[in-house]
């Protein structure tokens, strides 16, 4: 069955960096665009952007660029999402979501478990 | 942006009533609108894609309708287990955006 593992929650202080982690499994990894999603307290779904596992090319949303960085480790079926310079209201949790694109178009349709990244001083 | 709007925002109902929540986009989507379910402390849920597909393995009480700017999610009696906050998101036009939520309550 399909499966996005994600990596464990951080705490990172502001101006710090972190990298999240989601490993696939139940399918070929670089059949399915991967997005990340993120979702701050008690807040709605934010998207940050995509990464073609296949190709490695990626698309990230404005307000994101030169902040963030998706890459991706074909041997391992494992897409990474490094956020820089973390500020306090970066603080979320982040999701990674496979993008299912058919019959029916685009939609999210198997998604991680969630890391939280908490930034504070 | 295409920007969501859900209504309402949030919602009490009691079990086996029947609860209808509306999502607008600002331009038309055609039939490009999902709707997620996410409970407490968990990752959204694919419920319904393309307007009124059911992904595999939700319950039939769940069903959608719409076209264009507006659609609606319908669960047609209530179960315990459907107390949650529901999200639509159009894949129209890139970027994918999300309506804010609706949060749906027991009374």
């Known amino acids: 069955q399909v499966q996005l593992v994600q990596s464990g929650a951080e705490v990172k202080k502001p101006g710090a960096s972190v990298k999240v982690s989601c490993k696939a499994s139940?399918?070929?990894?670089?059949?399915?665009?991967m997005y990340w999603v993120r979702q701050a307290p008690g807040q709605g779904l934010e998207w940050m952007g995509w990464?073609?596992?296949?190709?490695?090319?990626?698309d990230y949303a404005q307000k994101f660029q030169g902040r963030v960085t998706m890459t991706r480790a074909t041997s391992i079926s494992t897409a990474y999402m490094e956020v820089s310079r973390l500020r306090s209201d970066d603080t979320a949790v982040y999701y990674c979501?496979?993008?299912?694109?058919?019959?029916?178009?685009?939609?999210?349709?198997?998604w991680g478990q969630g890391t939280l990244v908490t930034v504070s001083s | 942006d295409i920007q969501m709007t859900q209504s309402p925002s949030s919602l009490s109902a009691s079990v086996g009533d029947r609860v209808t929540i509306t999502c607008r986009a600002s331009?038309?989507?055609?039939?490009?609108l999902n709707w997620y379910q996410q409970k407490p402390g968990k990752a959204p849920k694919l419920l319904i894609y393309?307007?009124?597909s059911l992904q595999s393995g939700v319950p039939s009480r769940f069903s959608g309708s719409g076209s264009g700017t507006d659609f609606t999610l319908t669960i047609s009696s209530l179960q315990p287990e459907d107390f949650a906050t529901y999200y639509c998101?159009?894949?129209?036009?890139?970027?994918?955006?999300f309506g804010q939520g609706t949060r749906l309550e027991i009374k």
């Open positions: 331009q038309s989507v055609n039939s490009n």
């Open positions: 990464i073609n596992p296949n190709s490695g090319g990626t």
């Open positions: 979501a496979r993008v299912y694109s058919g019959s029916g178009g685009v939609r999210f349709d198997y």
């Open positions: 393309a307007v009124s």
């Open positions: 139940g399918y070929t990894f670089t059949d399915y665009y």
């Open positions: 998101q159009q894949s129209y036009s890139p970027p994918p955006t």
